[in-house]
């Protein structure tokens, strides 16, 4: 079944029309107005960002019981508690865990027992916290009580009691502010198998900016973004045209240069280097490069002239 007469883009909705993703600027958040059981729950969503922090959901006080879940410094973070001491569940920073590459990830959040498991996209969450040399993609923590809370008649903070439904977007605060908002996109968000619908999103409690859709994750490619001749891919806002030598190429592939210095190289030592010394440059000139890397903190590129003293690096 195909809905001919949608409002929405096609990336954002299912079959039948029903908004599926939300964008968020960093100053807005929406509460969809459902209760997360005080025993156990499983929730999970689709997000894309570029953004280092942020809060994706949040529900309850955080001064008493509360479940938050956030980018911090690109990776999936957890907090809870059930009315005592929080207790916090953090990605480990490995490549594939961190979210601010602009790719759709989807994150998997099960409660059962006081305990919280984060898994990220096709994660086998069990085979991840238990198997020796595992991907690293499941994160878990479980606040355990203490021994005289065996006693049922003694009073204890057992239960996760959040009643105030769910925000995505940032955290509420009593002011009426909104705190660490999110930059990005949330998708797909079910909870205990029911996905949410967005289509009334008018009638939501919405604070600040909340936009139907994610303006970010559109199918750019299908507007005609690229040259017949090259490959394109959708990313964060705008899209790739992938030609043999290069990957941001705006023009059609036949005008790629041959030239060697547009050949790929990978430099995979600390100390490595490659020199080039072109010629018959005058000023001014244009000098372009792609580049890749994992590193936070490294040299990319000198280009150094005739006077040793003038030279423009690039860290």
């Known amino acids: 079944m195909v809905c001919k007469h949608c409002g929405y883009s096609p990336t954002d909705v299912d079959e039948r029309c029903r908004l599926r993703s939300l964008g968020f600027e960093g100053r807005g958040l929406v509460n969809i107005n459902k209760v997360l059981s005080r025993l156990e729950w499983q929730l999970s969503f689709r997000v894309a960002t570029i953004a280092h922090e942020g809060v994706l959901l949040f529900s309850g006080d955080r001064n008493s019981d509360f479940i938050e879940i956030s980018i911090q410094d690109r990776l999936l973070r957890a907090e809870f508690s059930l009315g005592d001491q929080p207790k916090i569940v953090r990605m480990e920073n490995e490549r594939k865990n961190r979210l601010n590459d602009g790719e759709w990830h989807t994150v998997n959040i099960v409660y059962y027992d006081r305990r919280l498991t984060l898994s990220l996209d096709d994660c086998d969450a069990f085979v991840a916290l238990h198997a020796h040399g595992a991907t690293p993609c499941a994160a878990q923590a479980r606040i355990d009580l203490p021994a005289k809370c065996v006693d049922l008649s003694v009073p204890c903070f057992r239960f996760l009691d959040v009643y105030n439904g769910i925000f995505l977007g940032g955290r509420p605060a009593l002011s009426g502010k909104i705190e660490q908002g999110f930059s990005g996109c949330i998708a797909n968000l079910t909870l205990n198998d029911d996905l949410m619908d967005f289509s009334s999103l008018a009638d939501m409690d919405v604070r600040g900016l909340v936009s139907e859709g994610c303006p970010h994750r559109q199918d750019f490619c299908a507007r005609g973004a690229c ?6 891919v959708n990313r964060w806002n705008g899209a790739n045209c992938r030609c043999p030598h ?70």
């Open 246 to 315: 290069s990957a941001h190429h705006n023009g059609s592939c036949s005008a790629e240069p041959s030239s060697p210095h547009r050949r790929p190289l990978s430099l995979t030592d600390e100390e490595s280097f490659v020199i080039y010394r072109p010629h018959g440059i005058s000023v001014p000139f244009t000098l372009s490069f792609e580049f890749r890397t994992s590193k936070t903190d490294m040299q990319i590129i000198v280009a150094e002239f005739e006077q040793r003293s003038t030279f423009v690096r690039l860290e």
């Open 227 to 232: 040259s017949n001749s090259a490959k394109c």
